[in-house]
């Protein structure tokens, strides 16, 4: 059976915070969103960091056959938007993450518990 977007949410939020992500909070939009269904939310600590979890995420759900639709452009130093259909996950900096607020924008969404 195909993995749902809310096990690979979870295994993705897993995967970041063992490559030391922060704030680390996956959301269910499906009621809110009518273009994803889970969101994931992370800080990274510096341009190199977000990089890594950037790298980490893509290899992460292309092993579990999940596909980039699309990502942002241009690549910014501070915010990283990886768009894969039901799926979309958020890698900013502390700066970006206070500035943006996603969480407070999507205040309506229900927090999804991953950790185990």
Not at 37 to 47: G, W
Request: hydrophobic share 40%; charged share 30%; aromatic share 6%.
């Amino acid at each position: 059976m195909a993995p749902t977007f809310k096990t690979l949410a979870v295994s993705t939020a897993r995967a970041v915070d063992d490559k030391k992500a922060e704030q680390v909070v996956v959301l269910d939009v499906r009621k809110t969103s009518s273009l994803v269904d889970y969101m994931i939310i992370a800080t990274a600590l510096s341009r190199p960091h977000l990089e890594a979890l950037e790298h980490q995420v893509e290899e992460g759900l292309r092993h579990a056959g999940l596909h980039l639709h699309r990502r942002s452009r241009p690549r910014s130093d501070s915010w990283r938007v990886l768009d894969f259909g039901g799926l979309m996950v958020h890698l900013m900096t502390v700066e970006a993450r206070e500035l943006y607020d996603l969480e407070k924008l999507n205040d309506d969404a229900r927090k999804v518990p991953w950790r185990n």
